[in-house]
């Protein structure tokens, strides 16, 4: 029975890691698009149809590229460093309080998400 459980346990774990992990992709797309909307908002200019090729409308285009190459970077060592603490720790008190911050900091994105 207990082989059985932990079993079942390290499935668990697998499961909520992958769930996370995908996660955090969907934020890459989410906080992306925030930040070119900050852009925009801050530099109304870069938004005006007349001026659409002009320098701000690259300057955004390249902050929105960086700021996705930066994210996506901070995604796999999330990736990386949550997979293996859940490895060496899965069943415990420590990993389960692990993946509560890491549910609910993706859940504020998301909520940031709907709101932009």
Do not use: C
């Amino acid at each position: 029975m207990k082989q059985a459980w932990s079993a079942l346990t390290g499935l668990i774990t697998f499961a909520l890691w992958l769930i996370s992990v995908a996660l955090v992709l969907l934020s890459i797309l989410i906080l992306r698009d925030a930040i070119v909307l900050l852009y925009a908002w801050l530099a109304p200019e870069a938004v005006n149809p007349d001026v659409q090729y002009g320098q701000r409308y690259w300057l955004g285009l390249s902050i929105g590229n960086f700021a996705t190459l930066f994210l996506a970077v901070l995604g796999v060592v999330f990736a990386i460093g949550t997979g293996e603490y859940h490895s060496k720790h899965w069943g415990t008190y420590r990993s389960w309080k692990l993946f509560a911050w890491s549910f609910g900091a993706e859940a504020l994105i998301l909520v940031l998400g709907w709101f932009t």
